[in-house]
């Protein structure tokens, strides 16, 4: 399977004190600045909505909410939204559109053949090979388990709710594959392919449901364990 | 703007129509997430007014010719439903809007860090469902959190509040009639952390005097307000100490 996306770690510093943008985190002096926050003068200041979460000298806020920021190597589940005589463009749910080059592409496709290949709305499974300075990025389809998505369900979750959805070490989406018996793929977008028996798909979304609802609260992992149960 | 000097609007003891003393705010409200589809959302109700704000982005930037290179656009767009005034307000885009759409993106242009997602796009919708008075103000606070709610980083919340002139007295936070038959109108656009200014527009004449009265009495209310704010937020999202 392809499933990817460990737990990057930030969910520690949960359930500390929320942060608004511009409020005073104290002097700046011997302090690192972490993510989500900046300086005002001698001042550090948190620059996004979030949790305080302060680890020896380092200060940073871990966002309630974040936009999808693609880093290479990310797996992500995207969709073709148009095409060149030798390219795709891929929305792969962040700022802006990836470009999958025919080199890239998943067997040999002819030049001007892109469209008989994967056509418009096509769902892909793909990673992320290269993001420049600028967050231009282009993804590749060659490597193991990354293929077009001809079947199964895609369902989002926002992607500041992943490590909720991996849980710790995996065991969320571990739970959700036993108690569904279906396969999953999560994309580091946010964009999760389930496909298996419809009983087992709804069973997912519904949890998935829950998870975007109150993802943001603490005791995630009983409430779910306890849909699964129900 | 003062065109009916002789319309009593404030007794001698400084009671207003409403009730309220010169320096009071009316009632507000804000609750945060109301639009669930959007990835940042307000909703607030300042005295009769009531909006809604939404935030969508960052995104690819459509049309093309609108994306910079070293950064990101913030499309706003303020509008009055037809409903939300006693004359029907004609639907879309106006001159009215076209301005408070311009100096609302100005104002927030000034705490978004726009340098993060360079050739996107973040647009934020503001909707008047309510008007009375004050509704640039109210649209551009509640744009605010709603940007605070979408994760987008700022460096502070912008607030905005307006004071004017009624019978010669400088009030705080004009309500529908005193804007309509008052002497002067300042909105002003806060940042409640610095105490910097981000917008100002003024109808109306005050004297120096006057106007330093009305813009203490927007940086005292913009404090008010920004505690509300933040306590939305956290309401939401939990937390607090």
Known sequence: ?230 | MGGYGDVQMIDEDGKRVDGRGPGDLRPIEIEVGVVPVADGSASIRWGANYAIATVYGPMEAHPRKISRQERAVLDVRYNMAPFSTTDRMRPGFNRRSREISKVTSDALESVVQLELYPRSKIRVEIEVLCAEAGTRCVGLTAASVALADAGIPMTDMVVSVASGKINGVVVCDLNKEEDNYGEADLPMGVLPNTGDLVFLQMDGDLSPEEFQQAWDYNVNAAQAVHEIMVAALADRYGGGE
């Open chain 1, 1 to 230: 399977m392809g499933e990817d996306g460990a737990s990057d770690g930030r969910g520690s510093g949960r359930d500390i004190k929320l942060v608004v943008p511009g409020e005073a985190l104290g002097p700046a002096a011997d302090r690192i600045v972490g993510h989500g926050v900046g300086r005002r003068g001698d001042q550090l200041i948190a620059t996004r909505l979030g949790h305080l979460c302060e680890q020896g000298s380092e200060v940073s806020v871990v966002p309630v909410k974040t936009a999808y920021m693609p880093r290479p190597g990310d797996l992500v589940v995207g969709y073709i939204e148009g095409m060149r005589a030798n390219i795709w463009f891929i929305d792969i749910g962040a700022p802006f559109n990836a470009i999958l080059p025919m080199s890239l592409a998943p067997g040999k496709v002819d030049y001007g053949a892109t469209r008989d290949a994967m056509d418009v709305g096509t769902t892909i499974l793909c990673r992320v090979q290269e993001v420049d300075e600028s967050h231009s990025s282009v993804v590749t389809m060659k490597g193991m388990g990354l293929r077009k998505l001809n079947s199964g369900f895609v369902d989002q979750v926002p992607p500041h709710l992943n490590a909720q959805i991996i849980g710790s070490k995996g065991s969320m989406i571990q739970m959700l594959k036993e108690a569904s018996d279906c396969r999953i793929i999560v994309g580091q977008n946010g964009r999760l392919w389930i496909e298996g028996e419809p009983e087992g798909v709804r069973l997912v979304r519904d949890a998935l449901k829950m998870i975007r609802e109150t993802g943001h609260a603490p005791g995630l992992a009983g409430r779910v364990q306890g849909l699964l149960d129900s």
